[in-house]
Structure formats: structure tokens, C-alpha cells
């Protein structure tokens, strides 16, 4: 008996010991792969060669490079992400083609509204507005919430009005307005008139929000959105890219990530947020991260959308469950990628 009490202590003492010694080996150490790298989205939809003539195929490619390259030049001359992130975002909200500042979508009653967001990974610091009218670059409005302000969101004309206040000259609502929008408008005028359409049971075919992540040299990430929202919304209603933890979010510890898609699904599932937990706290890549939620847990609530983001080491990694989307990415090597159907 005293032979066989020995042998289990013996044993269990064992046990022990090689536990230990499990959980106190050293992780493995990833090192950051790139200097310096951006990646950005023009949005997330029905975006397949079909729906998309080939020069509308060359503008877009020549404004995702544009932009990009505008970011690449930020980071190679030393500078922040968050100047990256903000940089990026001015050139394609200042284009037509997306829906985001100039090009952005009209609501119901036909006006345009405006949503914004941007966080930097270093501080956890954010700032966001929601629903301004007459703010020609919201993603910069956002960055002077931030900035300059205790409150990370602001919406509606609060937020115009401290735009206004920190040096940002406000510009009319018809400034938003193209020629697209407002044909795009006209029609849905005409289809209200005839069956009453609702806003809520549209199928939305295609989302312009645009946004971006980037690691600068430092090593500090960062990530911003900008929205027109969605197409006829009903005038108030706002989506995930002003809410951090949503359509933004930025860590140092793991990643800086930019949503686009169907607001109301992102909101409710943190998505940007639920990618980097993930990384933390289940040790997940960002690539596992950003399928098993984008690919996994919305698909399961039949929701459509996409992300894009870099990690800590500069691993850059673009998910999305519709036909295509509007993507780009550059690292230090200086070769720019864009893309925009699935592979």
C-alpha cells in the first residue's frame, strides 16, 4: 500500500514539474515584419466586373492608388499613422466616387449626413462625429474631437458647430451633392411614390464607405472611417463608422481595423473590437480573427460587409463576405496593391 501511495506521488510530482515548465516556456516572439505599412477600403458590396465598366474600373484603381501612395509618403517621411489614417481618408472623401464627403448618398428627405471616426492605438484615444451636414472632411472634424475636445462623439449640429469653432470652415449641404446622388434620388422618389419604399426592407447592392489602418515607423497603429451612411436612411439614423469598437478600432497590442457594411449588424456585434479581443484573449491571428468573424458570425445573421487591417508586426489582412470590395495595400517596399473583386 505505502508502495503504490508512493508511486502516484511520485507521478503526480511529475505531472507538476512538466506543467510548469509548459506554461513558463517563453512564447514564441514575432517580430514586425515591415517598417511601415497602410491598408484602405472604398467599401464593400455587388462589385463584380458585371456591375463595373472597365474606365469606371480605372478611375477607381487610380484614386484607391492615389490615396494610398498619399499615405505611403506620410509614413516614409517619418510620420504618424494618424496623420496616415487622416491623410488618406481627405483624398477619398474629396473624390465622387465613394460615399463619404463629397459623393455621399442623400437620406430621405434628401440631404446628406455625414459619420466619422478615427482611434490611435498608442493611446486608445478617439474621436468620432455623427451626422453633421456641413463639414467638408469629417474624418479631420473627428480628429479635432479627439484632439481637442474631452468627448470622443459628437453628432448632428453640435458637432457642425464645433467643427466650425476649431477652424474647420463649414461648406453647404449641396456641396455633397453629384450628379449620381441625385439622379439615384429621383428614382428612389419615383419607387416611394408608386409601392412606398422603405428604407428598412431595401437590399443595399453595394456600401462606399471608405477607411483606413496603418503602422508607422514607431510601431504605433491607427485606423479611421468615414460614411455617407446608407442610401435613403431615414434622416438621424447612424451606422457603425463612428462608433469605435464597431467600424474602428486601434491597439497597439494587436491591430488597427476599418469596417464597412451593414451598420446596424457591426454595431451589434463589435466587430472591429470582437477581431482585436480575439487576437488578446484567444490568441487568434488577425487573419483567424477577422474570418471567424466577418466570415462566420455575421454570415450566420445574414449580414454583408467586409474589413481591412494591419497588426503589430505588419501583417496586413483585407476579409469580406460580398462580391467584392474596394481595397489597396502598401508596405515599406513601395509597391502599392489594389484590388477590388473577390479571387
Known amino acids: 500500500m505505502r508502495k503504490t501511495i508512493l508511486t502516484v506521488l511520485v507521478f503526480s510530482l511529475a505531472f507538476l514539474f512538466s506543467s510548469c515548465l509548459k506554461e513558463n516556456k517563453p512564447a514564441r516572439v514575432e517580430k514586425k515584419q515591415i517598417d511601415f505599412g497602410l491598408v484602405i477600403h472604398g467599401g464593400a458590396g455587388n462589385i463584380t466586373p458585371e456591375n463595373l465598366p472597365e474606365d469606371m474600373q480605372k478611375q477607381y484603381k487610380e484614386k484607391l492608388k492615389e490615396a494610398l501612395m498619399t499615405g505611403y509618403n506620410v509614413l516614409k517621411n517619418n510620420g504618424s499613422a494618424l496623420d496616415a489614417v487622416e ?57 479635432k474631437v479627439m484632439e481637442f475636445s474631452p468627448h470622443v462623439l459628437l453628432g448632428g449640429e453640435g458637432a457642425d458647430k464645433f467643427a466650425e469653432e476649431v477652424g ?21 422618389l419615383e419607387r416611394k411614390r408608386k409601392k412606398s419604399a422603405s428604407v428598412s426592407k431595401s437590399k443595399f447592392k453595394k456600401f462606399g464607405t471608405v477607411g483606413c489602418a496603418a503602422l508607422d515607423k514607431s510601431g504605433n497603429l491607427a485606423a479611421g472611417t468615414s460614411t455617407g451612411g446608407i442610401s435613403f436612411k431615414k434622416f438621424g439614423r447612424i451606422g457603425d ?3 469605435i469598437g464597431a467600424g474602428t478600432y486601434a491597439n497597439n497590442n494587436t491591430c488597427a481595423i476599418s469596417c464597412t457594411g451593414q451598420g446596424e449588424y457591426f454595431i451589434r456585434n463589435v466587430v472591429a473590437y470582437d477581431i482585436s479581443a480575439l487576437m488578446a484573449y484567444k490568441k487568434l491571428s488577425l487573419k483567424q480573427a477577422a474570418q471567424k ?40 517596399k513601395g509597391k502599392p496593391v489594389v484590388k477590388m473583386f473577390k479571387e
Not at 465613394?98 to 493611446?123: H, P, Q, W
Not at 450566420?300 to 462580391?323: C, L, R
Open 87 to 143: 491623410k488618406v481618408i481627405n483624398v477619398l472623401e474629396n473624390s465622387p466616387l465613394f460615399n463619404a464627403g463629397k459623393g455621399a448618398v442623400m437620406t430621405d428627405i434628401g440631404t446628406c449626413e455625414l459619420d466619422a471616426s478615427i482611434m490611435d492605438g498608442k493611446t486608445l484615444n478617439a474621436g468620432a462625429v455623427a451626422g453633421v451636414k456641413h463639414v467638408k472632411n469629417p474624418i479631420t472634424a473627428a480628429r
Open 168 to 188: 474647420l470652415k463649414p461648406v453647404p449641404n449641396n456641396y455633397f451633392y453629384t450628379k449620381r446622388r441625385l439622379e439615384q434620388y429621383k428614382k428612389y
Open 241 to 243: 463608422s463612428p462608433i
Open 293 to 332: 468573424v466577418i466570415m462566420k458570425k455575421l454570415v450566420e445573421q445574414k449580414a454583408e460587409g467586409g474589413m481591412i487591417g494591419i497588426d503589430k508586426y505588419g501583417n496586413i489582412v483585407s476579409v469580406f463576405n460580398t462580391p467584392g470590395m474596394f481595397r489597396a495595400y502598401v508596405t515599406d
